[in-house]
């Protein structure tokens, strides 16, 4: 685990080549096909278990997650291969490792697609109607908090729960001081630019894809989106990018402070760190 661009893709990458362990991707949006820069997909994707598994249209929740999460574990389980589960979204990490009950499932893909082709004002209208008390504790202007609350109204279905091997299981985390952070993901952010981040939200919305999709929450999609569009500039895509990934990056430390069982890993040798933690020799 660690905030973004604390360099914990590169240390799974090795931990996993020396036991020879299944990567498992946890980051929320590398689940999406056609957003590999900004969402800083692996090198070589082909080595890991849940990248590109959905198309930017779809959504894809935490519930959603552990299921495909736990039948990846169980196969690995099965032929006794170690696993190392790498991403972000402290969520998702959370949920599968503490093993989480009563999380909710995906609706049938109709009754998504059709909340998906209605305006958020018309779904906030509604779910005040339907469920004044959730309309109450919601963000309404959120449209993916709207649409799962409505999503549960018109297709409740039994909740998923976790149920994992019995796995030797241990989290670390890398989590470098703020300065630090924030240096490596300005440098990170202008060099996605300069890579083809710009064309490659233009491939985006030439196949289809558009803002409101639920693909385009992850960072800087949208911003560059509205560039695209003539609503802004790049460079105050690039700026506004910047500030949101910092803000996130800051979120992503709070969140991981209460973490359990959390082992946070010396930054400047995290490798060795590691190494020590889980009893190898590299």
Not at 117 to 142: C, F, I
Not at 161 to 185: C, G, M, Q, W, Y
Request: net charge negative.
């Amino acid at each position: 685990m660690g905030p973004t661009a604390s360099g914990k893709t590169n240390l799974a990458e090795q931990i996993a080549e020396h036991l020879d362990a299944q990567l498992v991707n946890a980051d929320a949006f590398q689940i999406y096909c056609g957003m590999d820069i900004g969402t800083a997909k692996p090198n070589r994707p082909e080595n890991y278990e849940l990248i590109d598994i959905r198309n930017p249209d779809e959504s894809f929740g935490v519930g959603e997650y552990v299921v495909v999460a736990q039948s990846v574990l169980r196969r690995c389980w099965e032929r006794r291969q170690s696993v190392v589960v790498v991403g972000g979204s402290g969520l998702y990490v959370r949920a599968l490792f503490e093993e989480y009950s009563e999380m909710g499932q995906a609706p049938p893909p109709e009754v998504r697609e059709a909340l998906n082709a209605r305006p958020l004002e018309e779904l906030a209208e509604e779910l005040r109607k339907l469920a004044p008390e959730t309309a109450n504790v919601v963000d309404l202007r959120n449209r993916v908090r709207v649409q799962r609350a409505l999503e549960r109204i018109y297709s409740p279905k039994p909740s998923v729960s976790v149920h994992l091997p019995p796995f030797d299981k241990k989290k670390l985390a890398i989590v470098r001081n703020s300065d630090e952070t924030n240096d490596r993901i300005q440098r990170r952010t202008k060099q996605m630019f300069e890579s083809g981040w710009i064309e490659e939200v233009r491939k985006l919305f030439s196949d289809g894809y558009a803002i409101t999709n639920p693909g385009f929450r992850a960072l800087g999609y949208e911003a560059i989106g509205r560039a695209i569009n003539g609503e802004a500039t790049f460079e105050e895509a690039l700026a506004t990018t910047i500030a949101d990934t910092k803000r996130y990056a800051k979120r992503q430390r709070t969140w991981l402070r209460s973490e359990p069982n959390l082992v946070i890993l010396d930054s400047e040798d995290a490798l060795r760190h590691a190494a020590q933690e889980l009893n190898l020799i590299f």
